[in-house]
């Protein structure tokens, strides 16, 4: 998609000690999975555990929203916040296949109800609520139910005065919701505002890829933003922009490290240190202790 | 369903949906600058974001409407070859994005109510518009134009497309004339996206039920303002008679409200901003 894919191995990385053992089987073998940056194969426990960030090539591989909130969390403090899933068809929308059927048929091949995972427990010790978008739902839409999902986690946030950790990842809206679907960036900002007006620290970490509806609402709308390495982020795709300017696009356009040099967001963290960062910085924005009320 | 099995009806259906579109975008409908002096006196344009550029695309600045000063913030097409690239067709870069925060921040810095005259197919989609952060540009002025502390109204004008028209439409009354279309994108770009085909924006556009009509029923527009036929494009007086009148009746009703009900009432509106739904098998145009 970019000249500079994101998926090239990373030579600025220092190498590290491959654990996971020096020589990848080349071909498929149960129990084994392929790092989507140089294709090599792991055993998938080793893998998982070592949250999918390839030890070859340190591509960052995509991770499942329940694995994000579970890993960043302190063991045993995990405790799962529940979110609606919608059941609504707002436009009654059929191109081929009625919306409903399709939702029916994502819900049952991906094993996940709506897009986002969330849940409350201890980051390094602090308190916290973390939500998660599952990419592999829907491409992560912003739908009715992905909206009213943020939106509970924000005031279940408000309620129990807690700060607010998001990853985010996602194509944008969700186009067989229409017009429904783009005011989802209006309840989210809302949702936000809950935050804000709390003095609850908000944070997000922009996963590959994050674009569109998602990174023009609440995706930006953090008071510190994190970006994973090589994560694809943006407003509008790399492809619709390069039919649109008929040009070349910049070296490296819209990943994590190009936003970073424009401005955009504050740092760029490897996911192993994602939680240790985390922490701090929402140490360092509740000192004076959390929900001065407003 | 039954009536689509029958193709030539589809395609007729298609046809007349993207025909709505067509008409929404009809070339002589009054732009943004047109209407700012049909429906304002003492328009003052303000420029720039102070941070970068000031982009033709977002125009603003107060203005009186009847007695009563407000800030206006639109989005300018432009009326003629030459015009519509000094505007950029409509499609705003974050430097509109942040004029226009700037413009409301100081409307309620000094009391003005905010009215924004929305018409864009998207925001600009583009490498510069990347580098400076659209996202954030649109997310930013969503999230100041939710909590701005004075009554605000948008209306969707011609076309209101994406984040990029959002961008200016969190307001406690959003009006709408007749027929304009409100789309989570353009059809072509849904098109890409739903079918990987920009060519079957028809397809799109019978599906995605862009009318104002399906805004209304949605609950994220409050009113339509009637155009005779054939549209605005034929009568901009008699439309922009009928907008003024319908934007001083939803100001007065704003500005009776104690501030803290109307901050109230907004959030209760964005907590579910599109309560409403469309029956299947209703006719699309
Ligand atoms: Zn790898």
Redesign the pocket.
Known sequence: MTPQSPRK?NHDQPPRKPRLGPRPQPVSSPGTVA??????RFVKSRFDAALRV?P????HNRLPALMRVRNILDAESYAPLPTPAGERDPLSFDDGMPYRTRLEHERTSKQVDEVFHAATGTINGIPAAVAAMEFSFFGGSLGEAAGLQFLTVCKAAVQRGLPLVCFCSSGGARMQEGLVSLMQMARCTAAVSLLADASLPYMTILCDPCFGGVSASFAAQADIILAEPHARIGFAGGRVIEQASHGKLPAGFQTAEFILEHGMVDMICERKEIKSVVATLLGALEQEGHARSS | MPEAADPASVTAREAQAFARVTLARHPDRPRALRLIELLFSDWTELHGDRLFADDRAVVGGPARLGNRWVMVIGQEKGTDARTRVIHNFGMPHPEGYRKAKRLMLLAQKFGLPLICLVDTPAAHAGVEAEERGQAWAIADSMLTMFGLKVPTISVIVSEGGSGGALALAVADSVLALENAIYTVAPPETCAAILYRDANQKARAALSLRPEVATARALGVVDELVPEPSPGAHAHPLVVAAALKGALVRHLCDLEAQPRDLLLEARWERYEDPAPGSIPPGSPSA
């Open positions: 191995p790092c989507s940056g140089c294709q090599r390839c070859a090539c340190n591509h």
